[in-house]
């Protein structure tokens, strides 16, 4: 699986956007990118997926630079209950022993009122 | 639809003792994990099972073992507790054939104290 670089902490207000940067730069052509944030002592949570073009489920917005390098997570409207770690993984979506999840350290988002 | 259900929540073991942790799902998946969490840490997988009856380690796997009889339940055996063991254990389960992707649905975790 390819490595993946976040920041370990961010900020943002309440009903403001907040956009989780992950860096993949040596992700590989059959790698997606995957989220998941886990709150406060509870099991980690499937946010997102995609492999190269944007997407957007019902709890955020996935963006994918055009060479794949990076992406950005997108809540587009904090709340408290969004403060988390979030976590961004690379691995190719199936086939072969590749169904594990490595989790990194991610990013703890605060959401402050 | 319960999904993903762990016991016990807490434990708290003496040095030496055993005990066995129960992950149970009830979405049909077909692979099973477990994964421990230290403070300020990741989360590291221990072993892992891509059907019933199968195995396998993971990152971490020393000092444990599991088993895989029916295809729901994935147990994780500590057979003789040491403090380093002292962690938040995760059980967490996925379905190969999901057309859409490989998500994984996590369980709440159990806290174990080893003392």
């Known amino acids: 699986d390819a490595k993946t670089t976040q920041p370990p902490s961010m900020d943002c207000a309440e009903g403001r956007a907040a956009n989780l940067p992950c860096n993949h730069s040596?992700?590989?052509?059959?790698?997606?990118v995957y989220w998941y944030r886990q709150i406060h002592s509870q099991g980690p949570q499937y946010i997102i997926h995609?492999?190269?073009n944007n997407e957007t489920n019902e709890m955020a917005s996935l963006i994918i630079t055009e060479d794949r390098k990076s992406s950005t997570l997108i809540l587009p409207h904090a709340t408290l209950r969004d403060t988390a770690v979030y976590y961004c993984?690379?691995?190719?979506?199936?086939?072969?022993?590749?169904?594990?999840?490595?989790f990194g350290k991610g990013t703890l988002l605060t959401v402050n009122p | 639809n319960a999904g993903v259900t762990q016991t016990p929540k807490f434990r708290v073991l003496k040095t030496g003792q055993s005990m066995t942790l129960l992950c149970a799902q009830d979405?049909?998946?077909?692979?099973m994990y477990w994964y421990r969490q230290d403070p300020g840490m990741g989360l590291r997988l221990i072993h892992y099972?891509?059907?019933?009856?199968?195995?396998a380690k993971g990152e971490v796997p020393d000092g444990y073992n599991v088993s895989r009889l029916k295809k729901q339940n994935f147990l994780l055996g500590l057979e003789s507790a040491a403090p380093s063991q002292t962690s938040v254990y995760f059980c967490?389960?996925?379905?190969?054939?999901?057309?859409?992707?490989?998500?994984?649905?996590f369980g709440s975790g159990t806290r174990l104290t080893v003392v």
């Open positions: 040596t992700i590989s052509g059959n790698e997606y």
């Open positions: 995609g492999l190269k």
């Open positions: 993984i690379a691995r190719p979506e199936r086939g072969g022993s590749n169904y594990k999840l490595t």
């Open positions: 099972s891509v059907g019933e009856g199968t195995t």
């Open positions: 979405m049909n998946h077909e692979y």
């Open positions: 967490a389960s996925s379905y190969p054939g999901q057309r859409d992707h490989y998500g994984y649905t």
